[in-house]
């Protein structure tokens, strides 16, 4: 997973990419720009690291982006540089950090959020025009069907990114979905939206991020103070204990925002175990037992025969594989069996 934290400048984006990634600063990979990678918590990976006691436990794990500050004409004008605008389109999904602070009302968030959503459809109105003449200049006097097909294609988004509305929202089949795939559009990709309230605004916080729900049709929103998060964030595990009691955080934005992120994404993780490592690996809801073998291995996905399953609830409630051989929850699935969240797989491969 990639996700890129966004907004207007003076937003605290870069205060909450803080919270989220619990360092100060990052490596830049562009100016203005961090990047770090943050272990998805999974309380199953401890479990099993307890009674497998692995050379190493390896969790999923998040790449997380602070972009440059994004104001109203920079996509569109090129004013954000060309290499943080790729960043910003290999992107999985966004977080889009919104300001309800300093005097900050319900209108400036419906504003903030709405000229962010604008600028994405701006940039991805001038990639498709760009795209659509250049197929105009390859297409010379012989036909060539797939460049018709791209053509029709791209002037149906055009004509819907013309009306305003993001590519998300544009109804595709599956083969049209996976033509723009390529395109890496930002007003197609997942995002999740941060009201970034202060300590004294958190009462109406919530209320904030319901109304704001009603405008941002099809963008979860929370709400949280990213100053606060930040301060628990460099925190020791006492320290935090105490902290998040004295002002009711009940869960750390980040944890609150990881699940999000699974959900948004629609990504579930199965695990693999031994003495060598117990390991998370996250994948697309929906994925067979040879496309989670891929995720290994491309080789183990070529080369697959049958999967070992059985699921982390049942091993817990046994203990171990041969007392979940003995329950019969213990099975052999093939190629087509859809992994579920939390199942526990050993692949069987051909030479």
Request: glycine letters at 8%; one cysteine or more.
């Amino acid at each position: 997973m990639y996700i890129s934290v966004i907004g207007h400048g003076r937003s605290g984006k870069t205060t909450l990419f803080k919270a989220l990634s619990g360092v100060e600063s990052a490596q830049g990979y562009s100016e203005g720009d961090s990047i770090i990678s943050i272990d998805v918590p999974d309380e199953r990976v401890e479990e099993l690291t307890k009674i497998f006691k692995p050379k190493k436990s390896t969790y999923a794990r998040i790449e997380l982006a602070d972009t440059v500050a994004i104001e109203e004409g920079n996509l569109k004008d090129s004013t954000i540089s060309a290499k943080t605008l790729q960043k910003m389109r290999t992107s999985d999904a966004f977080i889009l950090t919104l300001k309800y602070f300093d005097g900050a009302v319900f209108e400036d968030l419906e504003k903030d959020f709405h000229g962010i959503v604008s600028e994405f459809i701006l940039a991805d109105m001038v990639q498709i025009e760009n795209r659509l003449e250049r197929i105009k200049k390859q297409g010379g006097k012989k036909e060539n069907t797939a460049l018709l097909q791209e053509e029709a294609l791209l002037a149906q988004c055009l004509a819907h990114v013309n009306d305003g509305r993001v590519l998300s929202t544009l109804d595709l089949s599956d083969s049209d979905g996976k033509a723009l795939r390529g395109f890496r559009f930002l007003s197609q990709k997942p995002m999740m939206i941060v009201v970034n309230c202060s300590e004294e605004n958190m009462g109406q916080a919530a209320s904030m991020s319901e109304r704001l729900a009603h405008t941002a049709t099809g963008y979860p929103v929370i709400y949280a103070c990213a100053r606060l998060e930040s301060e628990l964030a460099m925190m020791g595990a006492d320290e935090q204990e105490t902290f998040m009691a004295e002002f009711a955080i009940e869960e750390s934005i980040r944890g609150r925002l990881i699940r999000l992120a699974f959900e948004t994404l629609g990504l579930i993780s199965f695990l693999t175990v031994g003495d060598d490592e117990c390991r998370a690996w996250p994948i697309r809801k929906g994925m067979s037992a040879q496309e989670a073998a891929g995720a290994i291995h491309s080789d183990l996905a070529a080369r697959f025969i049958r999967a070992e399953t059985m699921s982390y609830g049942d091993f817990m409630k046994h203990g171990s594989i041969a007392e979940c051989k003995k329950a019969g929850v213990w099975r052999l699935e093939g190629k087509t069996y859809i992994v579920q969240d939390g199942d526990i797989l050993s692949v069987r491969a051909g030479n």
